[in-house]
């Protein structure tokens, strides 16, 4: 069984659903989220991409429901021991297996709640669910449960974010050492992919971000590649990986002469990240977080440049997105607190001089001020 916490951990995690579950008075919760199954039984796979379900009773019993392709999965890397396969075929209908489940579980006429705010469970089969469920029970939103407790990291969690955060310094080490005038993207991209795999993490939960010049004021993906330019700019956002937790990074590194409107965004997107830094405590909101880079943003006249998000909580993901639901965004009242692991960007591009600065760091939070989890402090950077 490739079980990467101890028994202990994961009794601990099912207790703390158990109080979040009465809290909420609910008899069951159906998990569609690949993050929360692996949170609470260690199952690990990208079959998420089909309909399955996790059946979490208030009593603690767990009952999966998946395909066959993933029933050996379940068993190799979870704890689960009740494994139910609804069956692939013409008209297949998931659903109607799964409330029959329900059924045998004696949960006929129960309050249950529901992840629906996931990329597990698509809209189609939402709504298949929505028709098998309607009349069964008493069907509630439970999107935001296990997130909420996932947002808190254990003592376990933070090691192995520690490692990621090391994995994502070794990428940027190996990414320093080929960026230069003429260098390819592509080599540069390998370089880091590799470092982490070597270190013995894994694939990230989207893709990394790399981009030179006009595309370096991208801050999404894209296919191509070009080589550096004697005076360039390459924008680059990656994580650390190691057992699915993320430590995520970005920078702009420079080849050549630096431009003045360079310099001046640099020190922009520097004093937006020590504001972060400073609001990045208990007692204050991801709200406040994000008026602090806005406040910093604005005394340099870059509104207009910056987004209107300035990080997020990063913890075990899965594709398409290492992004959790907690965002620094204007008036989230969601508070900071201790063991949180956060993800700071500052991101600044301004299209009118096709001018790209970005700055981002992963940081653990504490009773007092954040811990940045890199050992590369955020300078400007230029080869």
């Known amino acids: 069984m490739a079980l990467h916490f101890d028994e202990a951990e994961f009794a601990a995690r099912r207790d703390r659903l158990a109080m979040a579950m009465a809290d909420s008075k609910l008899d069951a919760v159906l998990l569609f989220a690949q993050e929360s199954m692996y949170w609470l039984t260690g199952y690990d796979t990208f079959g998420f991409c089909f309909f399955q379900c996790l059946v979490v009773k208030a009593d603690g019993e767990m009952v999966l429901l998946t395909r066959s392709a993933d029933l050996r999965q379940a068993r190799q890397t979870s704890n689960v021991e009740k494994i139910v396969i609804w069956t692939d075929r013409e008209g297949a209908n998931p659903a109607v297996n799964l409330r029959d489940l329900l059924n045998d579980l004696d949960l006929l006429g129960c309050r249950i709640g529901v992840e629906y705010d996931t990329h597990g469970l698509t809209a189609h089969n939402g709504r298949r669910l929505d ?89 999404r993906y894209k296919a191509g590649r070009r080589k550096l330019a004697a005076n360039d700019q390459l924008t680059l956002e990656w994580a650390g990986v190691f057992h699915h937790y993320h430590a995520a990074m970005m920078e702009t590194v420079l080849t050549g002469k630096v431009s003045k409107r360079h310099r001046e965004l640099f020190e922009a997107a520097q004093a937006a990240l020590a504001a972060v830094e400073k609001a990045m405590i208990p007692g204050n909101t991801f709200g406040d977080v994000f008026d602090a880079h806005a406040r910093a943003m604005e005394a340099h006249g870059l509104t207009k440049h910056r987004l209107n998000a300035c990080g997020y909580s990063l913890g075990a993901r899965f594709t398409p997105s290492w992004m959790e639901r907690q965002m620094f965004y204007a008036g989230n009242p969601e508070p900071v607190a201790p063991d949180q692991t956060l993800f700071a960007h500052m991101i600044i591009m301004d299209s009118d001089t096709g001018t790209a600065m970005c700055l981002g760091r992963t940081y653990l939070t504490t009773a007092g001020a954040p811990e940045s989890l890199s050992r590369h402090t955020p300078d400007l950077i230029v080869r």
């Open 131 to 219: 028709e098998q469920l309607q009349t069964f029970g008493d069907i509630v939103d439970a999107s935001a449960l296990v997130p909420g407790l996932r947002l808190i990291k254990s003592p376990q969690e933070i090691e192995k974010t520690r490692k990621a955060a090391a994995l994502a310094d070794d990428a940027l080490d190996a990414a320093l050492k080929l960026i230069k005038r003429g260098a390819d993207e592509g080599r540069i991209l390998a370089a880091m992919q590799g470092a982490i795999f070597e270190g013995g993490g894994d694939y990230p939960a989207n893709e990394f971000i790399i981009g030179s010049g006009e595309d370096a004021l991208l801050c």
